[in-house]
């Protein structure tokens, strides 16, 4: 059997590929028994040092107010990133001079400092310069290191999304009589969301897990620093984090899942959406931006969803 995109293994191949798979799996396995053993001799494995984890004082006292503190961190920090991302990428693709070249001279600055900076600056900025109270001053600070790191980010992946669409698709626009701003909105954006949702979602684990670094530094009261104090008072640091681990793995694990549906979503809604415009809807869309709901048009859909239905 062979195929289009390389040719298959022959007998020697074959027998390649089995030792390889065996020499990994003993190796994996090794591995595996190494850390238990040394997990084993050092009283890791315990029941004494596991059992707090079943009971619920160690998830209300310390583990989950530390998990909703890094949700909350991550989530303002993707709600205030995402459009001020969106607006930096898309001003780098101004025609304007004096658009696009202090955006982009604002998303190299702040893409190539590290996070870890931008939470300690800012951290300090507003102990020296506002009267935010102390509790809640970790929590600013990590959100506003967060928002700047991954805005700028974020703006080139808007940015490598749209200027990944062909380039008929803007020509088309403009031959039909659509502004820039009408082209944009209309065409180019709903179409590079779909290609930009990985890189979108790659973004958003990196915000969960760099929020870590606020409990690391700022004493933010996330979730590794909660471990922590969780840690000094039952004695069980190892296990203590192996399980915050499985907690962002999961976490992300659910972010992944979800991002991944909506891809999904979006594909087929755009497989599924082949309408046709008639001229009025045309008229309409070059006047607003937004498709018309000319009577037509939705004749020409429906003949437009049987077409992409078969390709």
Same mark, same amino acid.
């Given at each position: 059997?062979?195929?289009?995109?390389?040719?298959?293994?022959?007998?020697?191949?074959?027998?390649?590929?089995?030792?390889?798979?065996?020499?990994?799996?003993?190796?994996?396995?090794?591995?595996?028994?190494?850390?238990?053993?040394?997990?084993?001799? *050092? %009283? #890791?494995?315990?029941? $004494? !040092?596991?059992?707090?984890?079943?009971? =619920? @004082?160690?998830?209300?006292?310390? &583990? /989950? +107010?530390?998990?909703?503190?890094?949700?909350?961190?991550?989530?303002?920090?993707?709600?205030?990133?995402?459009?001020?991302?969106?607006?930096?990428?898309?001003?780098?693709?101004?025609?304007?001079?004096?658009?696009?070249?202090?955006?982009?001279?604002?998303?190299?600055?702040?893409?190539?400092?590290?996070?870890?900076?931008?939470?300690?600056?800012?951290?300090?900025?507003?102990?020296?310069?506002?009267?935010?109270?102390?509790?809640?001053?970790?929590?600013?600070?990590?959100?506003?290191?967060?928002?700047?790191?991954?805005?700028?980010?974020?703006?080139?992946?808007?940015?490598?999304?749209?200027?990944?669409?062909? *380039? %008929? #698709?803007?020509?088309? $626009? !403009?031959?039909?009589?659509?502004?820039? =701003? @009408?082209?944009?909105?209309?065409? &180019? /954006? +709903?179409?590079?969301?779909?290609?930009?949702?990985?890189?979108?979602?790659?973004?958003?684990?990196?915000?969960?897990?760099?929020?870590?670094?606020?409990?690391?530094?700022?004493?933010?009261?996330?979730?590794?620093?909660?471990?922590?104090?969780?840690?000094?008072?039952?004695?069980?640091?190892?296990?203590?984090?192996?399980?915050?681990?499985?907690?962002?793995?999961?976490?992300?694990?659910?972010?992944?899942?979800?991002?991944?549906?909506?891809?999904?979503?979006?594909?087929?809604?755009?497989?599924?959406?082949?309408?046709?415009?008639?001229?009025?809807?045309?008229?309409?869309?070059?006047?607003?931006?937004?498709?018309?709901?000319?009577?037509?048009?939705?004749?020409?859909?429906?003949?437009?969803? =049987?077409?992409?239905?078969?390709?």
């Amino acid at each position: 059997m062979t195929s289009v995109l390389y040719d298959a293994p022959g007998p020697g191949a074959k027998r390649r590929n089995i030792v390889y798979s065996a020499v990994f799996l003993v190796l994996l396995a090794l591995g595996v028994w190494w850390v238990y053993s040394a997990m084993s001799d *050092k %009283g #890791q494995l315990d029941s $004494a !040092k596991w059992s707090p984890f079943t009971e =619920g @004082q160690a998830w209300t006292t310390y &583990l /989950l +107010p530390g998990l909703v503190n890094t949700i909350k961190a991550a989530a303002l920090a993707l709600v205030i990133a995402l459009p001020l991302g969106a607006l930096f990428g898309i001003s780098r693709l101004s025609d304007h001079r004096w658009v696009r070249v202090p955006a982009g001279v604002v998303v190299e600055f702040f893409r190539a400092i590290p996070v870890l900076i931008l939470m300690v600056f800012a951290n300090q900025f507003y102990s020296e310069y506002t009267d935010i109270s102390s509790d809640m001053r970790p929590l600013y600070a990590v959100v506003t290191g967060l928002v700047l790191y991954n805005a700028s980010v974020l703006a080139e992946v808007v940015r490598a999304g749209i200027l990944s669409l062909p *380039k %008929g #698709q803007t020509e088309a $626009a !403009k031959a039909i009589g659509l502004r820039k =701003g @009408q082209t944009m909105r209309s065409i &180019l /954006l +709903p179409q590079s969301v779909t290609a930009m949702l990985p890189a979108l979602v790659s973004q958003l684990v990196v915000i969960v897990k760099d929020t870590a670094l606020g409990g690391a530094v700022l004493s933010f009261t996330e979730l590794l620093n909660a471990r922590k104090t969780l840690a000094a008072n039952y004695g069980n640091v190892i296990p203590s984090f192996i399980v915050v681990a499985i907690i962002f793995i999961l976490l992300n694990l659910l972010l992944t899942t979800f991002a991944s549906w909506l891809e999904k979503r979006l594909r087929r809604a755009k497989r599924s959406t082949g309408a046709v415009l008639t001229g009025g809807a045309m008229d309409n869309l070059s006047a607003t931006g937004k498709p018309g709901t000319d009577p037509m048009s939705k004749t020409g859909q429906a003949t437009g969803d =049987g077409g992409g239905g078969t390709g």
